[in-house]
């Protein structure tokens, strides 16, 4: 995902953008779409993702994505997940860093603890079969037959809106046949040309293994999608090996503590900041926030080292 610095005036103040390369490429949008321009995070976002109602409604992150996305005519809901994904790991990479800290259960010690990998470690994978003009693909099930006729299977990648359909229908369940079934459901978008709702369940709940496994080794070869396996480190044996992370939401998660942070953080930059307004503060990019802070610390420590060295001085002159 190659991305080009640039600046939008936003309100009268800098807020930095990216140019983001989309992992579809575009081949599944009507208009083609391969790029987004994407605003980096401020705390006007962070304030949305730590806020308890949103979360607990599931629009937390549809907001964000709507209020950073600047082209026009976006639906963050007709986006592929693997492209919302990219966009999710682009805001949490340029905010908060590169590493991304992840539990592990060590295959080689057997002990837990955490470690971390790099998200700019993680590929992409193209898709290897560009779709029809609708986006979609066919694909025909070797074995079954539908009234004596081949069953031809139309589907389209996963959507954001897919996703969440798909969600709903597994929600409070670990079954792997209902995943799957929940899978085609959010997937297909008509069976021999049918589009009726009611078959394309009865498919999905009656689909012979064999079949059934045929058409999701094709969804993966064809579809685009971000390589979810990662070299990590074991910090207590420092076995190295690979794991697989289904990217998602939690990348861009934040702990409740983290709203008293920012406030913190926007105090201290208004406090001891020239010239920055409370305003400017929740406009400013999270990156750029965390970097005057950190000067902002640097210059305090500076100053009561060079205070307490003073009084240190005085003292010693005072008992000759």
């Known amino acids: 995902m190659q991305k080009f610095k640039d600046t939008l005036q936003l309100e009268g103040f800098d807020v930095p953008f990216d140019v983001l390369n989309l992992p579809s490429q575009g081949v599944f949008y009507p208009d083609h779409r391969q790029t987004l321009s994407i605003r980096y995070l401020t705390a006007r976002e962070e304030n949305i993702l730590t806020s308890p109602s949103l979360i607990e409604s599931g629009k937390a992150l549809d907001l964000v994505l709507e209020s950073v996305i600047m082209d026009e005519g976006v639906d963050v809901n007709k986006l592929l997940y693997v492209d919302r994904n990219a966009i999710l790991i682009f805001l949490r990479s340029t905010s908060y860093g590169d590493k991304f800290p992840v539990a592990i259960n060590c295959p080689s010690c057997t002990k837990s603890g955490e470690t971390s990998f790099l998200l700019s470690d993680l590929g992409i994978k193209e898709a290897s079969k560009k779709p029809d003009a609708e986006g979609c693909y066919d694909f025909v099930l070797p074995k079954m037959k539908l ?174």
């Not at 709903?168 to 369940?173: K, R, V």
């Not at 049918?194 to 496994?213: F, G, P, R």
């Not at 094709?218 to 990217?247: H, Q, S, T, W, Y």
């Not at 640097?298 to 080292?305: A, D, L, M, V």
């Open 147 to 320: 009234e004596q006729r081949p069953v031809l299977v139309r589907f389209k990648p996963l959507t954001v809106e897919a996703e969440r359909k798909m969600n709903d229908f597994i929600e409070g369940t670990n079954d792997v046949k209902k995943t799957i079934t929940a899978r085609y459901i959010a997937q297909i978008v008509s069976v021999n040309g049918s589009t009726d709702e009611k078959l394309i369940l009865k498919l999905a709940n009656n689909m012979l293994v064999y079949d059934s496994n045929a058409l999701r080794k094709f969804m993966d070869e064809v579809e685009p999608g971000l390589d979810r396996k990662v070299k990590l480190k074991c910090p207590n044996c420092g076995e190295n090996f690979e794991e697989e992370f289904a990217i998602g939401d939690e990348v861009l998660r934040l702990p409740s503590t983290h709203r008293e942070n920012v406030m913190e953080e926007i105090f201290l930059l208004t406090y001891y900041g020239k010239s920055i307004t409370r305003a400017d503060a929740f406009k400013m990019a999270v990156s750029e926030r965390r970097w005057h802070i950190n000067r902002i610390s640097e210059e305090i420590e500076r100053k009561n080292k060079a205070e307490s060295k003073a009084a240190n001085d005085a003292k010693r002159k005072s008992k000759k």
